[in-house]
């Protein structure tokens, strides 16, 4: 079973940016979706960028042209590049792997610990 983890957040400033990882263990990291997804307080878990196994992504509109989804399948890594970070983007960051169905409906029995971003002045 694939196993995931997140790294990269922290505290940065408005406008500053950050690069989040996230490891993966599984043997099917090639050929499976990834998404990253975010759950600030008082707010549903949502997919923030998804990419699939042949490279094609999706960004949500609060992400697009700021946010970029990466992967690097010989080490099985996925990336999220914030740039122009805002106090919104404040949450805990998650990724996670499938088909494309279950990244999109964020559809998974686990759970990582994720990593906590905070944008603040």
């Known amino acids: 079973q694939v196993q995931l983890v997140e790294s990269g957040g922290g505290l940065v400033q408005p406008g500053g940016s950050l690069r989040l990882s996230c490891a993966a263990s599984g043997s099917k990291f090639s050929s499976s979706a990834l998404g990253w997804y975010r759950q600030a307080p008082g707010k549903q878990r949502e997919l923030v960028a998804g990419?699939?196994?042949?490279?094609?992504?999706n960004y949500a509109d609060s992400a697009k042209g700021r946010f970029t989804i990466s992967r690097d399948n010989a080490k099985k890594t996925a990336y999220l590049q914030m740039n122009s970070l805002k106090p919104q983007d404040t949450a805990v960051y998650y990724c996670?792997?499938?088909?494309?169905?279950?990244?999109?409906?964020?559809?998974?029995?686990?759970w990582g610990q994720g990593t906590q971003v905070t944008v603040s002045s």
């Open positions: 996670n792997q499938g088909s494309w169905s279950k990244v999109v409906r964020s559809d998974f029995d686990s």
């Open positions: 990419i699939a196994s042949g490279g094609t992504t």
